[in-house]
């Protein structure tokens, strides 16, 4: 079975960082699509950050790219979006989301799997 699970989020001031974690279970890491999708307050859930789980390809959304990166630790089989920068438009669940295939990354239609998502709040 597999699992995603979230960690990281939290509370934080404009301008201040977080680390978001996504560890798996139960999953063929290598050869994949691994990503963070966040849902703000009203607003439909939208794909902000995607890995492919071989070589080197990332992919950003525009409203976080300079800001957010996503990396990956293969043998932990997890992926992690540092945040950076942060803004109180960041507010919002982050999910991580992976795919059951090998397919194209950067258009985030991926989703065969998803984690329990993490909150992160970004205030003064």
């Known amino acids: 079975q597999v699992q995603l699970v979230e960690s990281g989020g939290g509370s934080v001031q404009p301008g201040g960082s977080l680390r978001l974690s996504c560890a798996t279970s139960?999953?063929?890491?290598?050869?994949?699509?691994m990503g963070w999708f966040r849902q703000g307050p009203g607003q439909e859930r939208e794909g902000i950050a995607a890995?492919?789980?071989?070589?080197?390809?990332?992919y950003y959304a525009d409203s976080v790219k300079g800001r957010f990166t996503i990396s990956r630790d293969d043998s932990k089989r997890t992926v992690y979006l540092q945040m950076n920068s942060l803004k109180p438009e960041d507010t919002g669940m982050y999910y991580c989301a992976a795919s059951s295939d090998s397919v194209y990354c950067g258009d985030y239609r991926f989703g065969e799997y998803w984690g329990q998502g993490t909150q992160v709040t970004v205030s003064s």
């Open positions: 139960g999953y063929a890491f290598s050869g994949r699509c």
């Open positions: 890995i492919f789980t071989a070589g080197h390809s990332t």
